[in-house]
Protein backbone atom coordinates (compact mmCIF):
# COMPACT_ATOMS: atom_id res chain seq x y z
CA UNK A 1 0.00 0.00 0.00
CA UNK A 2 2.85 2.20 0.47
CA UNK A 3 4.27 3.32 -2.68
CA UNK A 4 0.93 3.68 -3.94
CA UNK A 5 -0.90 6.15 -1.68
CA UNK A 6 2.94 8.01 -1.98
CA UNK A 7 2.14 8.35 -5.59
CA UNK A 8 -1.63 9.60 -5.13
CA UNK A 9 -0.64 12.01 -2.40
CA UNK A 10 2.25 13.36 -5.30
CA UNK A 11 -0.21 13.77 -7.69
CA UNK A 12 -2.63 15.53 -5.76
CA UNK A 13 0.01 17.67 -4.47
CA UNK A 14 0.86 18.28 -8.73
CA UNK A 15 -2.70 19.11 -9.20
CA UNK A 16 -2.87 22.17 -6.29
CA UNK A 17 0.66 23.35 -8.46
CA UNK A 18 -1.71 23.38 -11.75
CA UNK A 19 -4.05 24.95 -9.71
CA UNK A 20 -2.05 27.74 -8.00
CA UNK A 21 -0.27 28.56 -11.60
CA UNK A 22 -4.11 28.57 -13.20
CA UNK A 23 -4.53 31.57 -10.42
CA UNK A 24 -1.81 33.72 -12.27
CA UNK A 25 -3.40 33.24 -16.34
CA UNK A 26 -6.18 35.53 -17.87
CA UNK A 27 -9.25 34.18 -19.74
CA UNK A 28 -10.07 30.36 -20.70
CA UNK A 29 -6.18 29.16 -19.95
CA UNK A 30 -7.60 30.03 -16.15
CA UNK A 31 -10.43 28.26 -16.54
CA UNK A 32 -8.83 25.06 -18.23
CA UNK A 33 -6.38 25.11 -15.26
CA UNK A 34 -8.69 25.79 -12.26
CA UNK A 35 -10.88 22.96 -14.19
CA UNK A 36 -7.74 20.42 -14.38
CA UNK A 37 -6.14 21.26 -11.17
CA UNK A 38 -9.46 20.65 -9.61
CA UNK A 39 -9.67 17.17 -11.37
CA UNK A 40 -6.08 15.95 -10.49
CA UNK A 41 -6.74 16.58 -6.80
CA UNK A 42 -10.28 14.75 -6.67
CA UNK A 43 -9.21 11.70 -8.47
CA UNK A 44 -5.76 11.35 -6.10
CA UNK A 45 -8.01 11.73 -3.25
CA UNK A 46 -10.75 9.04 -4.45
CA UNK A 47 -7.82 7.21 -5.47
CA UNK A 48 -6.07 7.52 -2.31
CA UNK A 49 -10.16 6.40 -0.46
CA UNK A 50 -9.89 2.98 -2.90
CA UNK A 51 -6.80 2.59 -1.59
CA UNK A 52 -7.22 2.70 1.97
CA UNK A 53 -10.32 0.53 1.34
CA UNK A 54 -8.75 -2.07 -0.20
CA UNK A 55 -6.00 -2.73 2.26
CA UNK A 56 -9.13 -2.06 5.04
CA UNK A 57 -10.63 -5.14 3.34
CA UNK A 58 -8.20 -7.47 2.04
CA UNK A 59 -10.42 -9.84 0.28
CA UNK A 60 -11.55 -7.43 -1.67
CA UNK A 61 -15.15 -5.32 -1.86
CA UNK A 62 -15.21 -5.33 -5.03
CA UNK A 63 -17.28 -8.27 -6.07
CA UNK A 64 -15.16 -11.15 -4.27
CA UNK A 65 -17.01 -10.84 -0.98
CA UNK A 66 -20.38 -8.69 0.28
CA UNK A 67 -19.71 -4.63 1.31
CA UNK A 68 -17.39 -4.68 4.24
CA UNK A 69 -18.28 -2.39 6.46
CA UNK A 70 -14.96 -2.21 8.50
CA UNK A 71 -17.33 -4.61 11.39
CA UNK A 72 -16.55 -7.94 12.36
CA UNK A 73 -19.33 -9.02 10.11
CA UNK A 74 -17.21 -7.98 7.20
CA UNK A 75 -13.42 -7.76 7.52
CA UNK A 76 -13.02 -10.44 10.11
CA UNK A 77 -15.82 -13.48 9.06
CA UNK A 78 -16.31 -12.75 5.28
CA UNK A 79 -19.75 -14.56 4.05
CA UNK A 80 -19.69 -17.25 2.07
CA UNK A 81 -22.30 -17.66 -0.89
CA UNK A 82 -25.72 -18.86 0.29
CA UNK A 83 -24.70 -17.68 4.00
CA UNK A 84 -26.50 -15.24 5.81
CA UNK A 85 -24.98 -12.77 7.77
CA UNK A 86 -24.29 -13.38 11.46
CA UNK A 87 -26.67 -10.81 12.73
CA UNK A 88 -29.86 -12.17 10.55
CA UNK A 89 -29.52 -15.76 11.83
CA UNK A 90 -31.63 -17.35 14.58
Known amino acids: MGHGVGVLLFAAVAGYWVLERAETHKGDLRRVG ?5 LIIVVS ?4 VCKVWSYACPAGAMGKKSWCPFSKFGS ?5 PGET ?3 DRK
Open 85 to 87: PAK
Open 34 to 38: KGLGW
Open 76 to 80: MSPIM
Open 45 to 48: LIGI
